[in-house]
């Protein structure tokens, strides 16, 4: 298995403002992904994050709205920017290990 | 447009009874689902999972069946327990393993003792 840490845990942050979320692994791993679970609804994968390549985003998100950093296989952030009321949500990171797919407990931010 | 789609967000049922949670997919070329259980302030944990081979797969008291004719998988948590309350989420990947997701929106499920 794979533990998985993320900070902050939850953070209220104002309009126009930027938050960076770290996500830490207890080993290795190739691949890693962020989410966003917003209320009431589905996790949806913002990226996928591998190290020594950019970011792969999905539809609906972009770079400069979601930058992401993977310096190395234990590590990766995600950069809110520029943050509205409607980027209130989870943020979750996440990694596969041993053909399973892991998560951290979440960012829960707030923007006001 | 929903791929993966659980359209009952809350089920309620009594302790030591049969808890079944249900999902359906509409895109064929998934062929590797998932069930992930949430507790609040706690990310998903990995429950069960099923490859697109196989109609069946049982871990204690879970059992996952999956009906790829009708697109349909379901959770059977027998018997269930209250601290078996959380949300379910139903999830499904076309790589053959557990890679970029596709999630269900989930069902809280209420073990009543």
């Known amino acids: 298995s794979a533990v998985i840490s993320q900070k902050p845990s939850r953070d209220i942050c104002q309009r126009g403002t930027s938050l960076t979320i770290q996500c830490q692994v207890d080993?290795?791993?190739?691949?890693m992904f962020w989410y966003r679970q917003q209320p009431g609804q589905s996790l949806t994968l913002i990226a996928t994050?591998?190290?020594?390549?950019?970011?792969?985003?999905e539809s609906g998100f972009v770079i400069d709205k979601f930058p992401i950093s993977r310096p190395n296989l234990t590590f990766s952030t995600l950069t809110v920017s520029n943050m509205s009321p409607e980027d209130s949500s989870i943020y979750l990171c996440?990694?596969?290990?041993?053909?399973?797919?892991?998560f951290g407990p979440g960012t829960r931010l707030t923007v006001t | 447009d929903q791929q993966v789609k659980q359209n009952s967000p809350s089920l309620s049922v009594q302790e030591g009874r049969i808890s079944i949670l249900n999902c359906d997919y509409t895109?064929?070329?998934?062929?590797?689902f998932l069930w992930y259980k949430k507790y609040p302030a706690e990310g998903p944990t990995f429950l069960i999972s099923?490859?697109?081979?196989?109609d069946k797969n049982e871990d204690g008291r879970f059992t996952v069946f999956l009906n790829k004719s009708a697109k349909h998988l379901s959770l059977h948590i027998v018997p269930s327990q209250p601290g078996d309350s959380a949300v379910y989420f139903c999830?499904?990947?076309?790589?053959?393993?557990?890679?970029?997701?596709?999630f269900g929106s989930g069902t809280q499920l209420t073990v009543l003792p």
């Open positions: 999830a499904a990947s076309g790589l053959g393993s557990a890679r970029q997701l596709t």
């Open positions: 996440s990694v596969v290990k041993g053909g399973e797919q892991y």
């Open positions: 080993s290795q791993v190739t691949m």
């Open positions: 099923i490859s697109s081979i196989k």
């Open positions: 895109n064929s070329m998934f062929d590797y």
């Open positions: 994050a591998n190290q020594g390549s950019e970011a792969t985003y």
